[in-house]
């Protein structure tokens, strides 16, 4: 069975549709496609359904990436049984992921921004009262914790 990881954020249409795509991009240039699957969902019920946010869109694009196939997911208890490992984008997603999962599964909840040896701080911030900017920036943040992600992972699934 593949390596599963599913990235987290509180609405699913702005950072953990961005994470995904990003992770699977660099998975695919990896060969690493076939070993390690990727998702991503939200904490809130608000979008289900939706595309990504059209701001996630375009920046998506502006940078080289397709993000028009998301639909987005509620995160619930039993989504945990489809994960190895659960990025979550902020440290208030990882309050209600380990609420909602407690001690045994929580340990499978980490910080994106761990993974970056450069992050100056530990949260990706929430774009979505922002600007474009705000976009391009967690779009960085994210492409640089991913390739730190990346190594992680390389490690456990070649071992
Ligand atoms: P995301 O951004 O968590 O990065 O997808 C948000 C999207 C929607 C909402 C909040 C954050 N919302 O409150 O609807």
Redesign the pocket.
């Known amino acids: 069975m593949p390596f599963r990881i599913c990235f987290v954020?509180?609405?699913?249409?702005?950072?953990?549709?961005i994470a995904e795509v990003v992770m699977r991009s660099l998975l695919d240039k990896e060969g690493l496609a076939d070993r390690v699957e990727v998702s991503s969902a939200?904490t809130?019920d608000?979008?289900i359904g939706e595309r990504a946010?059209h701001r996630t869109i375009a920046v998506l694009e502006r940078h080289g990436y397709d993000g028009s196939a998301h639909r987005a997911r509620q995160f619930l208890a039993q989504s945990i049984d489809d994960c190895d490992l659960v990025i979550a984008?902020d440290q208030a997603n990882v309050t209600t992921l380990q609420r909602m999962l407690g001690n045994d599964d929580g340990a499978k909840v980490r910080l994106l921004r761990e993974f970056d040896p450069n992050a100056t701080g530990s949260d990706v911030p929430?774009?979505?009262y922002g600007g474009d900017e705000s976009f391009d920036e967690v779009l960085t943040m994210i492409e640089s914790a991913c390739r730190g992600l990346l190594d992680y992972v390389r490690s456990d699934v070649d071992a």
């Open positions: 954020c509180l609405g699913n249409i702005c950072r953990s549709p939200g809130g608000w979008h946010d984008m929430d774009p979505y």
